[in-house]
């Protein structure tokens, strides 16, 4: 190879790496571009200037409807099974450094039947819409395999959602003679979107993470569902017996 052929083929060479560095720079500055959308909608979900006593009192109010709404009529306690919960759900709302959860994750609220769980799950959904602009769909999970079949799982991949008693639904259901898991198939594919995802429920996780008894039927959703949906959200347990017998025994 003469000198003249040597310097044509380094000069090739060297177009080439540009080139390639070039698309490699512009890749990299639109991935650069997808991080920096994502980072600025984590910071839409929390206002740092919500103070304590506005949240109290807004959860407060926001409690006292719901209940009106389901026909009870009793005053929304904060007492000793509740209060660490809104404290660090008011942390949470503000995008506080001293929250003990991670305020980019949603939340798995598991508790005793009638607890109040639910009533402040939705409460706080309530006060995350007026924060931040989105709503924060809520659906029983008995409803939630009938709404995946009519509308189609991709119509709840990325949309905000609070799912309610996670673990009573049918765990496995017929469509047109194939065996589906809806639920299953929903939180993969959330888990893929990063969709905010907040959760209430009478079981332990580790429970639904199993997936068959020793006799083969269904109890859970199977290990891999259970390690997305802890990734997912901040595991919290909602403390005390059920409320509801309380309000019975004041009644009486």
């Known amino acids: 190879m003469n000198n003249q052929q040597l310097q044509a083929d380094v000069a090739m060479e060297t177009i080439e790496m540009d080139r390639v560095t070039l698309m490699v720079n512009r890749a990299i500055e ?13 910071s839409e979900w929390h206002c740092p200037s919500l103070s304590k006593e506005n949240f109290w009192r807004l959860l407060q109010a926001t409690a006292q409807a ?15 099974d509740n209060r660490e919960v809104i404290t660090q759900m008011w942390l949470y709302a503000a995008g506080s450094k001293d929250c003990k959860w991670n305020i980019h994750k949603g939340i798995y609220l598991g508790g005793k039947v009638g607890c109040g769980k639910t009533l402040l799950m939705q409460a706080f959904c309530e006060i995350l819409h007026l924060i931040s602009g989105r709503t924060v769909e809520m659906i029983p999970a008995t409803q939630l395999y009938k709404k995946i079949i009519d509308k189609g799982i991709e119509s709840l991949a ?18 047109f003679g194939n065996k589906i898991r809806p639920i299953n198939d ?20 580790s429970t639904l993470s199993k997936g068959r008894n020793e006799k083969g039927e269904i109890i859970g959703y199977g290990q891999y569902i ?25 009644k009486a």
């Open 30 to 42: 639109e991935q650069y571009n997808r991080y920096r959308i994502s980072a600025s909608e984590l």
């Open 66 to 80: 719901i209940m009106a709404q389901r026909g009870v009529y009793h005053r929304f306690v904060v007492d000793d």
């Open 158 to 175: 990325t949309r905000p959602l609070f799912i309610d008693e996670l673990g009573r639904e049918q765990l496995e259901i017929s469509d």
């Open 186 to 205: 929903l939180m993969a594919l959330r888990y893929n979107t990063g969709a905010r995802t907040f959760f209430t429920s009478n079981f332990f996780l």
């Open 226 to 250: 259970g390690e997305r949906i802890q990734e997912m959200t901040n595991i919290v347990e909602m403390p005390g017996e059920s409320r509801r017998e309380k309000w019975e025994e004041e």
